[in-house]
């Protein structure tokens, strides 16, 4: 644990000062060394863009984990486009996307102006199903926790939402139901007998929420089946 946190501020600080040598190398190829020195940073905690300005102190902040994805063949062109920002907020107080200068910084660097670059390469991560009756998918951002079911008839184990990768979405249906087993886990309650099935374990205990609705209680808990 220790070791890794070292090795990867070791790699942070790696990054943060070829950042600094690049923001100094643009400001003195295409601004002749007018903009002022800003803060710069690397974030790894920065995960929903790859990359922001701020003005107040002014400053730019890029994310580790898409540095680390991507390079410098990608993130050159963010780091860019934040420049062009600092530059068009200092010298002539513009925000956003929409200013005459800050387009024309892009423009002189040749990156692009729009908003989505940002968003351009943040992959949100997606969880796929599939149903085995009918070989539906479906795919969202958020995981489901307990067992959906597709909607192609009635509620059945032949129709419970099976999750799966990617790569699974494509395979021939027949393929899709002799090789991908379910992966759930069945919890019951000792007393009453109900059963929740859900993709992922809890982490922690659960009672019966229909012996004890709203309430935790130890002498009925969900155990796991499977
Ligand atoms: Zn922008
Ligand atoms: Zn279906
Ligand atoms: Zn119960």
Redesign the pocket.
Known sequence: MEYDRALRMEIMNGYLSDTRERFENINKVYFDNRIPDIMLRISDRLLSRIGY?HSNPLGIVLSYRYMDKYGWEVMDEVLK??VA?IYAFHFYGERG?RGHNFRSACEMMNVSPT?R??ELFVERDKWHYRCRACGQTYSTYRPFSTVQFCDCGEKSDERMLIKITKDQMTIPLQEFRAHIRPKITVYKCTQCGREVRRYKRWSEKHSCAICHPGEYDESCLMQLVK
């Open positions: 300005a486009h934040e920002h996307h908003a670059t940002n």
